[in-house]
Each structure stands twice: as C-alpha cells, then as structure tokens.
C-alpha cells in the first residue's frame, strides 16, 4: 500500500511546513498514505503534556469525540433555537447548510450514535470549523466556534482546538475520584442549560456539562456540571459508552459494564435515585421502568451478562445497536424496547459498532481480529473483512467518500468505512453488495437453509416480542473483504477513528490524535466561512441513496 | 495465610463453588515456574479429574514406587482433600521428585515454566505407558490403564500402535506438515503430534495473527532447499503447517526468550500480544470452526529470561483467580488484559502471558 520510499518518515512539503505540531520519534511511521482517490497527508497532531502522570486511578483507553460548536447566542443565529424548536430548526439549518436533504437526516443523528463513531456523525454537518481561536488559551469571553475534539488520558479530560495545528489541548479538566473514559458531544442540545458535552466515568458517574462554558473557564475542574448516578448510587460499575437519544430533547442513555444501561431524562431531578426491580434471570433480556416518574434514570435496560462495550443509535434514531463481552451484537427497536436481530462474533467480544448513513448497515470489530458487516435488511452478517493482525478497536463509515464513477443509477451502492486495530493499523475499505462473493451455502446445521425474503420482510415489521440472535457462521460461509488501505499509523495500540468532511482522525490508547487530511482538500483543514459555505456542495452523504 | 485464605472467602463469600479448593503453593526458592504451572493444570478440570481418578485406583499399591505422576496425584489429591477451602500447601515431594528426576531443575536457579510443562507432560506420558505395556504383559487386575490403551485397538496385532493415554487425550493434537515441491508439484504430507504449539509473537499482535502465521505458507529455498523424493534432489519448496486434529487442550506458548545473535544470549520480547478469551482455530482440516475457551495463563514477571517470576490467572467457576505462589487472589476478568504485554519496548509493565491454557468447549461437534 505504501509506495517504495525508506523506512524513516517521508516528509513531504505539507508536512515540513506543518513539523511543529509534530513529534515523531517513532521510525517508519509514514506521514501519508495512499488510496485510489489520492493521498491522505499528516496534517496535524493533538496531544497532551505526556511528562505529566495521569494514571492516579489507573490507565485507561482513549477515546475521542468530535465536537462542532456552533455560533454562542441562541437568539441571533439561526442555526441556534429555543425551546422545543431546537432540534427541527437546528436540522433545517444544517439541510440549507449541506445543500441536501439527506443532510438534515444525517443532522438529525447527529452525536448519538454512541460515543465516538458518533461523533463522526457529528462533524459531517460542519466542515472543518474556523480558525477564529486559533491555539489561544481559553479566555473568559470565549465565544469560539467550529470544530474541537475532546479526548481521555487517566484522569484528565483534554479539549483540543481543531481549527489549528496546535498541538497542545487548549483546556484539561481533571477529574479528582475516577478517571473519564467515554464522553460524546450533542450538538442540538436544549439551548436551555446548553449541557451538550455527556462524559462518563470509571466510577459509574455520569456528568452533562456545556463545552462552551468549559472552555470559557480557565481552571482545572468541571464547571456547571449536572451529575448522574453520583458515587454510583444506581450502577457502580464502569461507564462504557454513551450516547444521546436522537431528537430525545435532551434524553441519554449510559451503559455500563455489568451490562445495564440506563436511559435519563433531561430535567428530571438526579438527585432522587430511581428504584428497579432486581433483575430475576442475568441471562435475559429485560426492561424495568422507575416506579417514580420525576426519577432519575426512568429506565433499566438489562442486555446481557458481561459488559456492554459501545451503544449506537441509527441514524433516524429508532434503532439502537449494542455490542459487548458476550461477543454479541444486538439490534433493539428503541421505542418498543424489543430485540429486532442480532448475531454472534466469530468469537470473542465485540468492542466497536457504526451504523451506515442509511441505516442499512452496522460494523462491528472486536476480538477476533475481523470487521464485521452486519445487514439490516438480511438481519445476518453480510461480510467479514480480514486484514487486521489484532483486535478491532475503532469503526466508521465514512459519509463524506463518494464512488470514483458515480453510477447515478443507484443500483449498485458503495460503502466506504474504515477501521482500527490494536495493531496499530488504519484500514480503509471499499464495500458493495454487488461485489460481495458469496460461498456456496450449505444448509447451516440445525438452522433453517435459506432467508427467504418474504418470511424477512414480513418478519420485519411484525410484533413478535423479541426477535432472535445469529449463531457465530461459520469462516467458510461467511463473504471475506479485503482492505483498500492498510497504514500504520502509531506505535501504540489505536482506539478509535472519526470520519470528517476534511480528514480522518485516528486516536491511539495513549491519548494521541493524528489529523489526517483527505485528498484534494485544501492545505488547511482550517476554513473560513466561505470556504465552507462552498465546499457544503459537495454531498455529504454519497452512499446513502 | 489463613488472613489471606479468609480474605479470598469473605470476597467469594456464597459464590464459593461446592467442592472446590483455592490454595497456594509454598515456594522452594525459585520454584514459582513449578508452582504456576500446577495451578494451571490443577484447574484444567478434566485433566485434574483423571489425575484424581489415577490416585484412587493406585492409592494401595503392591510395589510403592514414587515417580512424578503418583508424586503429582498426591499432591492434586492432597489439594481437594483439604478441609479449609483456601490455604497453603506446600508441595514439597513433588519438588523433590522434580529434581530428583532432571538435574535441569536441581538447581536453585531461575526456570523456563514451558519447559518445565513440556518435560512434566512427557514424563507423565511415559509413565503411564510403560505402566500400560506392564499392564498388558502381566496381570488382568488394572482395567483401568487397559481402557487407556490404544485407541484402535490391537487390530494391528504385532504392529504396537502408540499409545494414547490420558494426557494424550487431553492435550494432544496432531499437525500436517505439507511440504510441495516446487519442481513436480507433489505434496508430502507429515503428520506430527504436539502437546503444545509455540508460537512466534509480533508487536501489537493477536493471538488470531500470530496462529494464522504458524499455518501461513513459507517457502524453503536458498540454504534451506528440501529434499524431493521424487525429484531425488533438493528442490525449492512450500511448506506449510496444518492443524489437523486439534486438542481438547490446547496450550499456546508464546516465544518470548528469543535468541539475538549479535547479543549473544536470550533477550526477553515484552510485546503486546493479545489473547481473547474465547478462540477458534480456522486453520483446521475438520469441518467445523472448533471453539476454544481460556482457563489459564502462566505469566512471567520481569525483564529478562534469567530471572525474575511466574505467576498464573485461572478460571475457576467463572471466576478468575490470580495464583502467586502461597498467595491466592480474585481478579476481575477485565484485569486479564493487563497481562498482555507492552506497545512499547520500554515499559513499567512487565507482566506477561507466556502459556495460554484453552479448553476446547464441549457442545462443538468433535
């Protein structure tokens, strides 16, 4: 994949002009990589004051969230709104934004998609932000807009600017008793308490707090904080992923390690502890509701035994994947709180899921070193994509990718999503049904021979309490994907990968980001409002015909 | 120790699986290779089960010879007797026996725990073999070795089949060696058996990765030529390794001593492999993806191959157990990860999974 050059850091002329930001002592790390689209150049590197020690309460993995703030004043902007017209407003200002219609869809999921590959959901509707702040120290009347990544080192909480190539977090907050290991960003958040940013603790404790208002502050410590769950009064196992109930007016849900999660409500006193029936049978599927109403959380999803490792909601929200240690995936309609489908990993857990833009198509990674395609419509894995030498930690479907000849038709539809691995691999891949190569099918032992469409699509849509979970296939049976791209990107274990108009961003365990840019996009990933407002033409979101 | 024992409980409390013991083993100076690898084995539950079961059936017997296996059935037996649920015990015959067996492990000296697995594995094998061909030639009164003997019967008649023996049952497996002449094509096929497979080991690498490059093709040429015997002359070739029949046990044993030639001498690699806790061989000749489980892992502690220590993680009972020689602790299954290895070369955290023990489940097709 990599062209022919030596092993040290090929330093093209993008990325001399950009060393500063830039440390790399690790040889054969190259700064680009290439695919059939063009190259992908370094651009920059976010990352944290490493002389410093976080691991007060232990290490923990990194994760990043992607976050797009938008103008500050509710009142003067329109992409802003009070009351309960914020979501729609927001989303219609986001379609006049993106040019399309497709794009107030894709807003509308915006950041709730689980924690990070969520986020990539985020930045679709912005593109890369402005360079108003660039690389200042939070001030007191900060009123900064456009693209920030915040992300998770031991204790520390670091916000980064994207707007510049600084690469130091322009704000750290500590936490004092457990170290923040998940967080996600909601850019349609209520303008009322404006709590847009969701992190969620070791401990089991759950903040919501405004990012505008943190970066306003220079101290170290959360400002204006809602807690939840305090000293895990409800669940003192793990945080494990979050995500924002789409269009939920401010509704999230928190799962944890025990394999729970709970979904709260915005403006509900969390300071009276919900109550729950004990859960009867661990190896069952079950829902409990508060038996207060002003409680908060209003509801306890029990998934499985073993942790919960990522939560995504679908694009249009009424969908929600859950992946965990059992090493399945489950589909559940979130409103009727019923599995839909689902299915095992080859083996071991799961440890990542996306959705597609269309909500046709899931990824899930994990411990079995494979990416997985999971079909909605098929309610099966579609797909295994081999090609990692670890586990899969990080997957994304990147919105912004359109097919190199657009077969306008519509018949056949390509995907492009990418993945990241413990083995420090970025991998990019290309995926069409059409292209798919099915093995010969043997009639599965026990199961019944064939999906028969009719049987599916009747199936879909009817109330059967709970739907069923897929045996693992078996390797013979299952179609295999080969990567586009392979790059190694760090020397450390990566995390996670956020898909943006601009760039893809990769995140190692370590807590280090590296920005890179896409082909064909200008030297700076900083823009200014009319490099914005032109590049919105291009269709965010080719792949969701 | 009984603070410890009482700690273990208190933390089990009325999840203390019936019938089950959690003791740890005294350490004789530099023993804990020892001692790790029998806690491994001790909760490989089948292979405990037929340790047992051998004890009770020669606890009486005419000619009391002491050798390792019955040294080692007492010591498992004197484990699960015990009154107290946790504790210590010291398993001192067995480490008698163990020296006075090898001289390798006579001394007071820092030791390989694979190889000691491999030699006790062994030995145990050609113990209860040489009491099975005694069996056979004499007396009628010890069924049970009888009901261990060769699998296929004696249907060769004078062609003395190997034997399979309990442990054999347990932890062997058998590999295809297939070796294609690259000239005429033809394929040789060698089978080979193994108790364990050695695994060379990457940076930032799975267990997945490392066994898909066990089995991936390598192409002998230049020095390394292989002899076709229907060529009759070295030739360049592709080889390449098969699991064929795939254990009940299997045991992954990760190259971490390395030789550097221009070091001179046996250089630790800390690297970060993973191992998930559930596994499948792919690379089988059997039709079905045969599922594994991890129950155990001997850990080595330190920097160097010379020195330092060998802890294990077990599985009992859904819970995990961190053995360290007289101490015995509960870990979080989480923890397990923390024994995977470093990213970097230079690390804090020198605690690594170096023997894998994964119990194949039982509701796969066989």
């Known amino acids: ?545 | 120790m009984g603070a410890a024992g009482s700690k273990l409980e208190k933390a089990l409390g009325d999840h203390f699986p019936e019938g089950e013991r959690y003791f740890g083993l005294e350490n004789f100076g530099n023993t804990c290779y020892c001692n790790s690898v029998l806690q491994a084995l001790y909760f490989c539950v089948p292979f405990r089960e037929k340790l047992l079961e051998y004890y009770e059936k020669n606890k009486n017997p005419a000619d009391p010879e002491e050798n390792l296996l019955t040294c080692l059935a007492d010591l498992f037996t004197q484990i699960s007797s015990q009154k107290k649920k946790t504790g210590v015990i010291a398993p001192k015959r067995f480490v008698q026996r163990v020296r006075k067996e090898n001289e390798l492990f006579r001394g007071y000296m820092h030791q390989d725990a694979h190889e000691f697995l491999n030699f006790l594995l062994n030995e145990l094998v050609d113990i209860l073999e040489k009491e099975c061909s005694a069996a056979k030639d004499g007396s009628e009164n010890s069924s049970e070795k009888v009901a261990n003997g060769p699998r296929n019967g004696l249907a060769n008649g004078v062609q003395k089949e190997p034997l399979v023996t309990w442990v054999h049952k347990n932890f062997q497996g058998i590999l295809t060696n297939e070796t294609k002449c690259l000239r005429c094509e033809t394929v040789t096929a060698r089978d080979e058996t193994f108790l364990d497979l050695s695994l060379d080991i990457e940076q930032n690498s799975s267990i997945t990765s490392c066994l898909k490059n066990f089995s991936s093709t390598e192409t002998l040429n230049a020095e390394d030529k292989f002899f076709c015997d229907k060529c009759c002359s070295l030739q360049e070739a592709q080889k390449r390794m098969k699991i064929k029949k795939p254990p009940h046990i299997l045991v992954i044993h990760l190259k971490r001593f390395k030789y550097i030639e221009n070091l001179g001498r046996y250089k630790k690699l800390s690297y970060r492999v993973v191992f998930p806790l559930e596994l499948k061989l792919t690379n089988t000749m059997e039709d079905a993806d045969s599922e594994y489980s991890l129950f155990a892992v001997v850990v080595h502690v330190g920097t160097g191959p010379n020195h330092g220590h060998y802890v294990s993680l077990v599985k009992s009972h859904n819970h995990w157990l961190f053995f360290d020689d007289e101490n015995v602790d509960m870990i979080d299954e989480a923890a397990v990860q923390t024994f995977f290895g470093s990213a970097q070369e230079y690390s804090s955290n020198s605690e690594h999974g170096y023997i894998l023990f994964y119990e194949r489940l039982s509701n796969e097709t066989s």
């Open chain 1, 1 to 545: 994949m990599n062209n022919s050059s030596t092993n040290a850091s090929t330093t093209s002329t993008t990325s001399t002009t950009i060393n500063g930001g830039i440390s790399t002592p690790n040889t054969g790390l190259k700064n680009y990589f290439k695919t059939p689209e063009g190259r992908y150049n370094l651009h920059s590197e976010k990352s944290h004051p490493s002389t410093l020690l976080h691991f007060s309460h232990g290490k923990s993995v990194s994760q990043v969230t992607l976050a797009n703030l938008k103008e500050k004043s509710a009142s003067t902007t329109p992409t802003s709104s009070s009351g309960y017209s914020a979501t729609s407003s927001v989303r219609s200002a986001a379609a006049k934004l993106l040019g399309t219609s497709n794009g107030g869809r894709a807003l509308s999921f915006v950041g709730v998609n689980g924690a990070n590959k969520v986020v990539a959901a985020t930045t679709k509707t912005a593109s890369i932000g402005n360079s108003s702040n660039g690389g200042s120290l939070p001030m007191a009347n900060f009123d900064g807009k456009g693209l920030y990544i915040i992300f998770n080192v031991g204790d520390t909480l670091y916000i980064g600017d994207l707007n510049t190539q600084e690469k130091d977090p322009i704000k750290s907050i500590n936490f004092a008793n457990s170290n923040p290991v998940c967080h996600t960003f909601n850019p349609e958040a209520n303008a009322k308490d404006g709590h847009d940013l969701l992190i969620g603790l070791n401990s089991g404790e759950v903040y919501t707090v405004s990012l505008r208002q943190q970066l306003q502050d220079i101290g170290k410590k959360l400002i204006g904080a809602q807690v939840y769950n305090k000293d895990g009064s409800i669940n003192n196992s793990r945080c494990t992923s979050l995500a924002w109930v789409p269009q939920g007016n401010g509704a999230f849900v928190v799962a944890h390690a025990d394999g729970n999660f709970y979904v709260y409500e915005k403006g509900k006193d969390a300071t009276i502890d919900s109550s729950f029936s004990l859960i009867k049978d661990p190896t069952h599927f079950s829902v409990a509701h508060a038996k207060s109403n002003k409680s908060n959380p209003v509801a306890r999803w029990h998934i499985c035994q073993g942790s919960i490792n990522r939560i995504a909601f679908s694009p249009d929200g009424t969908h929600l994947a859950v992946v965990g240690r059992d090493g399945f995936l489950r589909v559940y309609d979130y409103q009727k709180e019923q599995l839909l489908c689902g299915g095992k990993s080859y083996y071991g857990a799961i440890l990542c899921c996306a959705w597609s833009m269309d909500g046709k198509y899931i990824l899930t990674g994990g411990e079995d070193d494979l990416v997985q395609v999971w079909s909605m419509e098929d309610r099966k894995v579609i797909a295994w994509g081999e090609g990692h030498n670890s586990w899969v930690s990080g997957v994304a479907f990147d919105p912004y990718w359109s097919p190199p000849s657009s077969d306008s038709t519509g018949e056949n539809v390509m995907y492009r999503f990418g993945s990241v691995g413990q083995d420090t691999q970025l991998l990019l891949w290309d995926f069409s049904m059409d292209e798919l190569v099915v093995p010969l099918r043997r009639c599965p032992p026990g199961g019944s021979p064939t999906y028969s469409a009719g049987s599916q699509s009747s199936q879909w849509d009817s109330a059967v309490p709970s739907g069923t979970l897929q045996p693992a296939p078996c390797m013979r049976d299952v179609p295999k994907l080969s990567p586009l791209v392979a790059h190694r990107v760090y020397s450390e274990p990566l995390s996670d990968l956020i898909f943006t108009q601009h760039t893809i961003l990769t995140a190692c365990r370590e807590g280090h980001v590296k920005v890179w840019m896409r082909p064909g996009s200008s030297e700076s990933i900083s823009t200014d409002s009319e490099t914005l407002s032109s590049s919105t033409e291009k269709t965010p979101i080719p792949n969701c015909k």
